[in-house]
């Protein structure tokens, strides 16, 4: 083998083990074998021995070669390893951050031992919210399914059958409402505290979360929307009951205009609600997200 050939395959040997190293620890982090505190300790102390091991290798098989080691093999090995933590560090210590921030917000650390205040503000401000979910999951698992569910043909029977449909359907808008109004709440409450302790974090906590905010506020909004496009629904049916009846399990009209109102009032409340549906879904995704991979059941919540 020539010089030059040796030469280059100490190089790719130097630069394939750092990337290799790297590679390897993002790969063990993202998998959740390691959390990013360990990853963060071990990376430094693995790459200073896997480096030093390689390079007294290349020189000792060097010097039996009677070959000399370039310096910039060295310097570069060390540029490497430190781009390398420095490319994990840059990647991963938000998810540190992340992680110490839920550590406080379930603990029983008192808000005034929480240095420095902004943090205790956005602890609260987490604390409460997961409260809040907590008590809402606690009183959704009492509710019972709809019978007959909401929009059936069946649901639209008689007087006694809607008012009861219309009944339940009121108690689960208002517990989502509330639900919705006191996290929005939370929100503000941080905004008017946050606004006088850290002006500066204020701005910036909100700019990396354009949109979301408000979600809550504009949640409740939405489901107020769709309550009201519901309760229209079936006040309509009773304005109209001597032209809708149920024929078996098939609405009948007598009356083609009613029917085509009927029809128009009907896909309204529907289509909202599926807004609805998809913004809990939105919002349950990022609370996911937002808890570190932590099974959401782990937090008192419902989930896997």
């Given amino acids: 083998m020539t ?5 280059n395959r100490d190089w790719l040997v130097v630069v394939g083990v750092n990337l290799t190293a790297t590679g390897w620890f993002f790969w063990q982090h993202y998998r959740g074998q390691t959390t990013a505190e360990t990853t963060l300790i071990a990376a430094p102390i693995v790459f200073v021995i896997l480096n030093s ?24 090995a060390i540029l490497l390893a430190s781009a390398a933590t420095g ?3 840059a990647a991963l210590h938000e998810d540190l951050g992340g992680k110490e921030l839920m550590n406080e917000v379930v603990s029983s650390k008192p808000l005034s031992a929480i240095r420095p205040e902004r943090k205790a503000i956005l ?61 929005q709440d939370a929100m ?20 990396e979360r354009p949109g979301r905010v408000d979600e809550f506020g504009r949640m409740a909004s939405l489901e107020k929307e769709w309550l009201e496009a519901t309760s229209n629904l079936y006040e309509f049916v009773v304005a109209n009951r001597g032209k809708i009846r149920l024929n078996k399990d098939q609405l009948a009209f007598s009356d083609p205009k009613v ?11 529907i289509d909202l609600l599926s807004k609805v549906r998809d913004t809990e879904n939105e919002q349950a995704e990022r609370q996911k997200k937002a808890l570190g991979g932590v099974p959401a059941s782990k937090w008192g919540l419902m989930g896997d």
């Fill in 3 to 7: 010089q030059v050939s040796q030469r």
């Fill in 188 to 207: 503000n409450e941080f905004r008017t505290r946050m606004s006088k302790a850290d002006p500066a974090y204020l701005q910036s906590f909100e700019a």
């Fill in 87 to 89: 490319s994990m560090w």
């Fill in 259 to 269: 029917k085509a109102d009927f029809d128009d009032k009907k896909q309204h409340a």
């Fill in 123 to 183: 602890v609260q401000l987490l604390r409460t919210r997961l409260q809040n979910s907590r008590d809402y999951d606690a009183a959704v698992l009492q509710i019972k399914p709809t019978q007959p569910p909401v929009y059936s043909a069946q649901s639209f029977e008689n007087d006694k059958v809607m008012q009861s449909v219309m009944s339940h359907v009121q108690n689960v808008a208002s517990l989502d409402i509330s639900y919705e109004v006191k996290q």
């Fill in 53 to 76: 091991v390689m390079l007294r290798g290349i020189r000792a098989k060097n010097r039996r070669q009677q070959l000399d080691t370039p310096t910039s093999q060295i310097v570069t």
